[in-house]
C-alpha cells in the first residue's frame, strides 16, 4: 500500500474542506501539504479522531508568522505546515484537552470570514490586470467572438446552415479564448461576496 498519496479538490465553504479533512483522518490519511493549485498530499497512519481547523492570515514580517503558529501550537493545534497557502493555515489536534475550536468566540469566527474575503479580493488583481489591459489597448473585442461571415444571417435556409454549422467551431474556440479567463475572476468574486455577506450579518447581528 502507497505510504503517501496526492489527490486535488475544491469546496464551495471552509467547514466542508475541514470535515473531509477529519474523515479523512478516520481512514488513515493525516494532511501533510497543500499547494496553491488545489493539491492536497497525505501520509498514511492508523485511523485516528483528528480535528482539523483553518485560518486566513497575512503577516508584515516571518515574526509575527512565528508567534502566531506558536500561539496556536502551545494551545494544543499542531500547524500542518510552516507557510500557509494562498494565505491559508491548516492546524490539526488530535489532544483531548485541546479546544474543540480554534477561535474562541463569534467575534474571531466572523473576522476569519472577513480575512478570507480579502484575500480572495486582492487574488483577483494578477488576473484582472492583464485582462483589462489586454481589453483597454484593443487586443481583446468581444465584437469579435461571435460569427464573422460576412452576410451570414440573410442568406438563404441551406447556404445558412452550411455556413453556420462550418463556422460554429471556430466560435466556439473565440469564445473559449476570450472568456475562459474570466472564470477565475468569477469565482474569485463569488467567494469575497459571500464570505464578507456572511461577516455582515454576523455584525448586523450584533454577534459582536
Not at 467575534?107 to 490586470?129: C, D, G, K, Q, V
Request: hydrophobic share 40%.
Amino acid at each position: 500500500m502507497e505510504n503517501q498519496f496526492t489527490t486535488f479538490r475544491y469546496f464551495w465553504s471552509i467547514s466542508s474542506e475541514e470535515t473531509w479533512l477529519e474523515q479523512m483522518a478516520l481512514r488513515g490519511w493525516r494532511l501533510k501539504q497543500v499547494s496553491r493549485f488545489g493539491a492536497y498530499t497525505f501520509d498514511k497512519t492508523a485511523p485516528e479522531k483528528r480535528v482539523y481547523k483553518i485560518d486566513y492570515r497575512t503577516f508584515r514580517s516571518p515574526l509575527d508568522q512565528a508567534e502566531y503558529l506558536k500561539l496556536f501550537d502551545d494551545s494544543g493545534w499542531q500547524p500542518v505546515m510552516d507557510q500557509g497557502t494562498n494565505g491559508a493555515y491548516y492546524f490539526s489536534s488530535a489532544c483531548e484537552d485541546a479546544s474543540h475550536d480554534i477561535f474562541s468566540d463569534d467575534e474571531s469566527r466572523a473576522h476569519r470570514n472577513l480575512r478570507y474575503a480579502n484575500l480572495m479580493l486582492f487574488s483577483l488583481i494578477p488576473a484582472f490586470l492583464p485582462l483589462f489591459i489586454l481589453y483597454i489597448t484593443g487586443s481583446i473585442q468581444f465584437t469579435n467572438v461571435g460569427y464573422q461571415t460576412p452576410g451570414l444571417w440573410e442568406t438563404s435556409s441551406l447556404e445558412f446552415i452550411a455556413k453556420f454549422l462550418f463556422e460554429t467551431p471556430f466560435v466556439v474556440v473565440r469564445a473559449a479564448i476570450y472568456f475562459l479567463p474570466l472564470i477565475p475572476i468569477v469565482f474569485g468574486l463569488f467567494f469575497y461576496l459571500r464570505y464578507y455577506m456572511l461577516y455582515r450579518q454576523a455584525k448586523k447581528q450584533q454577534v459582536f
